[in-house]
């Protein structure tokens, strides 16, 4: 009986100190975090019943700050997985933590850029599911000055984007395929001006339509004095543009009729729905309507002999325009998808019709090529779907692949009795072709 008794003290004794081991372990691994003094451990190590071992190890902690997104601590350094003083950040307005001096991203990708003294914005961390974006003007202290090719490209979910005045420069598709993009607010109107585009599908204008400037709409712009470089694709599809004004102390642009021209050349700029082109206008510049699309009606003066790529294209209202007689190339894409227009002149003159120029005017019956016409483009007239007749001149010597493609009424007549070797295989589409066409 009594060694039976024995053993089983001598068992439960070998139970109890398991437990009590087990139990400081636990303890041993909550205690540091919740404990403010640094370094800490020797009171845990008092609990373990004496072990002069344990009683001697004094955790130790790195002086510097260790951080994730959220958190900062001190990392112990004795080799055990723990931490002391762990709390969230505290960050001041530049979003820099006061306590450990870490820069939050804010769920951007940021790049340094090569001048070491500035950053780009690459895009969206991958757990941010932001649809309402803020780019930050600074991040680890410099200035954000670039939005990256590609940089928010299918970011479908976005609603919208505020981009700072330090924004310098915005990729090629920095923002392709964000369809739900309804907004884009900016602070700083002489910024916007400056911002170099790389292309019209760098703005985020291409899908919201909408620029606020300090949370108010833009429907009246007023250029400042010290624009004087300006970036055709800055209101590019800023549809709700009513009037145009500039500073009269600007040295290089005038304003006039809702029109901003350049002063030295007389070059229409950027026009609006509410534009009444000047008599004195030579050219019209890029894209200076596109996608204006509530323009209905516009007089191009017989003085302009130039308009360039893109100048009218996606003014889906357009019904009618006359192009005067001293211009000599209809531009690439100058009228693309102008889907009202019913009603165009090609002049005699003209010699060249670029690429995509009149592809998507769906209302298009008739167009008249002039007989000195030598070059159609690739596209000119692609998905003119209502278009029924066009005359080839004799002397075309190059047309370009698909320029009559999804043209189901047209029926093409060529003064030619064949096709020239300057004709992409493809020209025709499959519309029929009429050669040995004699005029009335
Ligand atoms: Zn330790
Ligand atoms: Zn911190």
Not at 17 to 40: F, Q
Not at 374 to 388: E, K, W, Y
Request: proline content about 3%; aromatic content about 10%; overall charge negative.
């Amino acid at each position: 009986m009594n060694k039976k008794l024995f053993i089983l003290l001598i068992v439960l004794t070998m139970i109890c100190a398991i437990l009590l081991a087990v139990g400081c372990d636990n303890h041993n691994e909550k205690a540091p975090g919740g404990d403010n003094t640094l370094p800490s451990g020797g009171q845990d190590d008092n609990l373990s019943g004496g072990d002069g071992a344990q009683q001697e190890h004094v955790h130790t902690y790195a002086v510097e700050w260790s951080s994730d997104k959220d958190f900062h601590w001190h990392a112990a350094t004795c080799g055990h997985d723990l931490t002391a003083d762990k709390s969230a950040h505290t960050f001041d307005e530049n979003s820099m933590c006061v306590i450990c001096k870490y820069y939050s991203s804010n769920g951007f990708l940021f790049e340094l850029n090569q001048d070491n003294a500035s950053y780009t914005v690459k895009g969206l961390e991958m757990d941010n599911d932001n649809t309402q974006i803020v780019i930050p003007s600074t991040y680890q202290g410099k200035p954000v000055t670039g939005i990256d090719n590609y940089a928010f490209r299918h970011c479908s979910d976005l609603i919208s984007v505020s981009i700072p005045s330090s924004i310098e420069s915005i990729g090629s598709y920095a923002f392709d395929g964000c369809n739900a993009l309804k907004a884009v607010y900016i602070t700083d109107i002489s910024s916007w001006c400056k911002i170099n585009f790389k292309g019209s599908f760098s703005n985020p204008l291409e899908y919201a339509q909408k620029l606020y400037l300090n949370n108010k709409l833009v429907t009246d712009l007023t250029i400042p004095a010290e624009i004087t470089k300006f970036d055709i694709y800055a209101f590019y599809n800023c549809v709700d543009l009513s009037s145009i004004t500039v500073d009269p102390n600007n040295a290089v642009y005038r304003s006039q009729d809702n029109c901003l021209i350049e002063k030295q050349t007389d070059r229409l700029v950027l026009g609006c729905k509410n534009s009444v082109i000047p008599e004195y206008v030579k050219s019209i510049g890029s894209s200076a309507f596109e996608g204006c699309r509530e323009l209905t009606s516009i007089e191009i003066p017989s003085g302009v002999s130039f308009i360039g790529f893109y100048a009218f294209a996606g003014c889906e209202n357009l019904t009618k325009i006359v192009i005067p007689s001293g211009v000599k190339i209809i531009c690439d894409g100058v009228f693309k998808n102008c889907s009202s227009l019913e009603s165009v002149n090609i002049p005699s003159g003209v010699m060249e019709i670029g690429m995509s120029a009149f592809s998507g005017c769906a209302s298009l019956k008739n167009v008249e090529i002039p007989a000195g016409i030598t070059d159609i483009g690739q596209g000119a007239f692609a998905s003119c779907v209502n278009l029924t007749k066009i005359v080839i001149p004799v002397g075309v010597t190059n047309i370009g692949a698909l320029a009559f493609v999804n043209c189901p009424k047209l029926t093409i007549y060529c003064e030619l009795s064949g096709m020239q070797s300057g004709w992409k295989e493809t020209w025709n589409g499959n519309c029929e072709v009429v050669f040995d066409y004699i005029r009335d």
